[in-house]
């Protein structure tokens, strides 16, 4: 049998059985590490492409450690090798640049032969991303979001529509405005606000509000984290 507390030391000629299990143990825990990402993302789309990718991230870092070695020639040829290709995907969630580093690391790991280190930093990090659902940096709590309005130019009623924004939200900040040259928009300004709402489901209300209000046209709410834009 493998001694996987002692075999982080034997890196020079791997066995084909030490590979076959450095690649099924970055399977497994990049596998856990992605059932993390699906169970507590509040992503909607949840990409398949990318929960595989976290999965596939890990067993390829794992064969590519195990072909280096200990090789500093071989090292270097792999860099050269990659400078060649272009990553375009922009990632927007930086919590998806964090699981994407976590399934890195586990197949890092597990190609130097370290598997004590990926399975305590692998329960580590899925552990820690669950207990953060219960704690006030959780997802749900993130309630910042954009909202977008048409109204002729009135202080009046500028006014009016703050104080609503106070009702909702627990802040909110002008973040641009600007004026229509078209002459049948004549005084008429779009405003665009940052605000965070004080409970999930009063987006909907602000909304509906805002629409009754005279004056006020073409009102946009939208929610980084939250299924829908209204």
Same mark, same amino acid.
């Given at each position: 049998?493998?001694?996987f ?24 825990l ?28 890990a067993i ?7 072909a ?6 071989r090292g ?12 375009r995907?922009?990632i927007?969630n930086p ?16 190609g ?14 899925c552990?820690? +991303?669950?207990? *953060? !659902?219960f @704690? /006030?940096?959780?997802?749900k709590?993130? #309630? ?5 309005? %048409?109204m002729?130019?009135?202080?009046e ?6 104080n609503?924004?106070?009702k909702y939200s ?8 600007k004026?229509f ?10 405003y665009?606000?940052m ?5 999930e ?5 602000? +909304?509906?509000i *805002? !629409?009754? @209000? /005279? ?5 946009? #709410?939208?929610?980084?984290d939250?299924? %829908?834009?209204?």
């Open positions: 049998m493998v001694d507390f002692s075999i982080q030391n034997s890196t020079e000629n791997p066995t084909l059985l030490l590979i076959i299990y450095t690649i099924l143990f970055s399977f497994s990049s596998s856990l590490i992605a059932f993390t990402y699906e169970k507590t993302s509040r992503d909607v789309s949840k990409p398949l492409y990318f929960i595989q990718a976290l999965v596939l991230l390829v870092t794992a064969t590519v450690m195990q280096i070695g200990d090789s500093v020639a270097l040829g792999m860099l050269g090798a990659l400078a060649v290709i272009r990553f995907t922009t927007r919590r998806n640049i964090v699981f994407m580093f976590s399934s890195l690391a586990v197949g890092i790991a597990c130097v032969y370290g598997f004590v280190i990926a399975i305590v930093g692998t329960l580590g990090f552990i820690s +991303a669950f207990a *953060l !659902r @704690t /006030p940096f959780s997802q709590n993130n #309630l910042v979001g954009t909202l977008r309005f %048409e002729v130019e009135d202080d009623k500028l006014n009016e529509v703050r609503i924004l106070k627990e802040r909110f900040a002008l973040k641009r405005y004026t040259n078209n002459p049948e928009k004549e005084n008429v300004i779009e665009e606000y605000l965070k709402l004080k409970q489901d009063e987006g909907l209300h602000l +909304a509906k *805002l !629409r009754q @209000t /005279p004056n006020v046209n073409s009102v946009r #709410l939208a929610f980084d939250v299924a %829908e834009n209204i």
